[in-house]
């Protein structure tokens, strides 16, 4: 079975800190995706990355950074100098490939206020 | 506009009430679903559909049913609310056809919910 477990439920930070949130994950297929998603105090739903399983790259876009590790099947996400802007609910998120796709499995999801 | 849109945003019903969710989209993708969102427990899929003729139920699809009237719009039912379907409700769009984007999956801006 495919399960996405993010271990932080809420992180404070003041402005300008950097943060990171884990994702942790399992899955017995060797392709699949990894996304995470950012939702706003509005509520939508907002796609930051995806990662297929076969890039163990890191990825920096900006201030986000992504640090993916099939040893340890992780996919932590860094915020560098956080802003109040950065505050928010992060998913991370887990689908096959195939048929599965877009069939998302998502973390109970991370909380980050980011304090002034 | 928003390429992926429900109606209503905000519904409040009684118990034993049938309630439709509706969602249309003007992106042209083939696959379309409804997720539940709970407070903690992170997005879990309802229902799913690859194409006008093919519906699939999720992970959590009891009590729930859905029509998939043409390619643009895939509505969501619920043909008695019970109060513990209480929560925000989201379509999605996906498209396999752009490989630059496998998996990823466009999320309207959601339905809330409340079921007395």
């Known amino acids: 079975a495919q399960k996405v477990t993010q271990a932080q439920t809420e992180i404070s930070v003041v402005e300008k800190e950097d943060v990171t949130l884990d994702c942790v994950y399992e899955?017995?297929?060797?392709?699949?995706?990894l996304f995470w998603y950012k939702q706003p105090p509005s509520g939508e739903l907002v796609f930051l990355i995806r990662?297929?399983?076969?890039?163990?790259q890191n990825e920096i876009s900006g201030r986000y950074s992504w640090n993916f590790q099939k040893s340890t099947s992780s996919f932590n996400f860094t915020i560098t100098a956080s802003q109040v802007v950065d505050s928010a609910v992060y998913f991370c998120a887990l689908s096959g490939v195939g048929g599965s796709q877009g069939n998302l499995i998502f973390g109970k999801g991370t909380k980050l206020s980011v304090k002034p | 506009d928003a390429d992926v849109t429900q109606t209503p945003r905000n519904r409040i019903t009684k118990t034993g009430k049938r309630i439709m969710l509706e969602c249309s989209q003007t992106k042209g993708h083939d696959r379309m679903y409804w997720y539940r969102q709970d407070p903690g427990l992170g997005l879990r899929l309802i229902y799913y559909s690859f194409d006008v003729k093919d519906i699939n139920k999720g992970e959590i699809s009891d009590g729930y049913s859905v029509s998939r009237q043409a390619q643009a719009k895939f509505s969501l039912s619920l043909e008695s609310a019970i109060p513990n379907q209480t929560a925000l409700y989201f379509c999605?769009?996906?498209?396999?056809?752009?490989?630059?984007?496998?998996?990823?999956?466009?999320f309207g801006e959601g339905s809330r919910l409340t079921v007395l």
């Open positions: 999605a769009t996906s498209d396999l056809r752009d490989s630059r984007r496998t998996g990823e999956l466009f």
């Open positions: 990662r297929n399983s076969f890039d163990e």
């Open positions: 899955t017995r297929d060797t392709t699949y995706y």
